[in-house]
């Protein structure tokens, strides 16, 4: 049992910049060893939902091409958190991003996978 959090989303100009943090955590005094991989997508009204960025265990990081030279995902394993530096925010980066993926578990060694609430990022053009 688990949780994805996200924050740092808000209302910025073009050209500005944002930066994105998915945290995990245990439930029911679960614990988190470790983020075996996450991604970030957004999804803008009458859109489908895209994968913006991704991590993977190694540390091997895509890209959509859409951000790619503009965004930057990292990963702070100490805090259990993923973060998502947007620069250079566009009109059309506007969307509500949300932060998916697996973590291994504590106390039985299991694995949890699953979504955020999401963030709202809105870029005034």
């Known amino acids: 049992q688990a949780q994805l959090v996200e924050s740092g989303g808000g209302l910025v100009q073009s050209g500005g910049s944002l930066r994105l943090s998915c945290t995990a955590s245990?439930?029911?005094?679960?614990?988190?060893?470790?983020?075996?991989?996450m991604g970030w997508y957004r999804q803008a009204p009458g859109k489908e939902r895209e994968l913006v960025a991704e991590?993977?265990?190694?540390?091997?990081?895509n890209y959509a091409e859409s951000v790619k030279g503009r965004f930057t995902i990292s990963r702070d394993n100490a805090k259990n958190t993923v973060y998502l530096q947007m620069n250079s925010l566009k009109y059309e980066d506007t969307a509500k991003y949300y932060c998916?993926?697996?973590?291994?578990?504590?106390?039985?060694?299991?694995?949890?996978?699953?979504w955020g609430q999401g963030t709202q990022v809105t870029v005034s053009s």
């Open positions: 998916s993926g697996e973590v291994l578990l504590s106390l039985d060694g299991s694995t949890w996978y699953g």
């Open positions: 245990g439930t029911r005094s679960r614990n988190i060893v470790r983020i075996n991989e």
């Open positions: 991590i993977i265990r190694s540390g091997t990081t």
